[in-house]
């Protein structure tokens, strides 16, 4: 079965370091989702892209947090200067027909310590 | 305040009985999706529905959009066990200004015991 591969499942970093999460999308997708998971606020969006297009990441903290799609196999969430606050789950989904549903990946565990 | 309101936010049955989750908004759908999600994992597609008033099922899972494809729901029959899980309501806004954005609703814990 194709699959959304997320890399690394797990992340502990201190405050203040530089953060990379990367996700390859199941080939063919042109649509790809990254959604941050917390207990308290549940699944929440931080940016889409369409045909590596961002059209939307209105969700994320413009000052510290990047999403960028440099080709159609690789889309990167980067977070500079990390805070214990983004701790969380950060989740990346791929689809090709919105209408279809989406793909997800197992997630990146990230600690902020 | 969550576009998509989820009800009830936990839910705890025997194996067996049958149990409903309700997805509610004020906003209309293109579509409303359904995944599943165990610990550790994603969020795992269920069923999309589409057309308002549509009846999908998968098994013991009946799915429901309403007609006014402001809501749906989700009915277990004779849940089993390996039904638990955390079952989350997404919905694609049709707005023009955000077309294609999945949004999800809280999520229902699902938990069935033997």
């Known amino acids: 079965d194709a699959r959304v591969t997320q890399t690394p499942r797990h992340k502990v970093t201190e405050m203040g370091q530089e953060v990379t999460m990367r996700c390859q999308p199941i080939?063919?997708?042109?649509?790809v989702f990254w959604y941050r998971q917390t207990m308290m606020q549940g699944l929440e969006l931080l940016a889409y892209?369409?045909?590596?297009?961002?059209?939307?990441d209105s969700g994320m903290p413009k000052d510290r947090f990047s999403a960028e799609m440099p080709d159609a196999t690789l889309a990167t969430l980067k977070i500079q200067p990390s805070e214990p606050r983004d701790s969380a789950v950060y989740f990346c989904?791929?689809?090709?027909?919105?209408?279809?549903?989406?793909?997800f990946g197992s997630g990146t565990r990230l600690t902020v310590v | 305040t969550q576009l998509l309101e989820q009800s009830p936010q936990f839910l705890s049955i025997q194996e067996g009985e049958n149990l409903t989750v309700y997805c509610n908004s004020s906003?209309?759908?293109?579509?409303l999706q359904w995944y599943r999600q165990e610990p550790g994992e994603g969020p795992v597609l269920l069923v999309t529905v589409v057309t308002g008033g549509e009846v999908k099922k998968l098994k013991r899972l009946t799915f429901q959009f309403g007609d006014a494809r402001k809501d749906s729901s989700l009915h277990i029959t004779a849940a089993q066990p390996g039904d638990t899980g955390l079952y989350l309501c997404?919905?694609?806004?049709?707005?023009?200004?955000?077309?294609?954005?999945?949004?999800f609703g809280a999520g229902t814990q699902v938990v069935v015991t033997p």
């Open positions: 989904a791929s689809g090709l027909v919105q209408n279809y549903g989406y793909t």
């Open positions: 892209f369409r045909n590596r297009a961002p059209l939307d």
């Open positions: 997404a919905g694609v806004l049709m707005t023009t200004d955000s077309w294609g954005k999945l949004q």
């Open positions: 080939l063919g997708h042109n649509t």
């Open positions: 906003s209309v759908f293109s579509s």
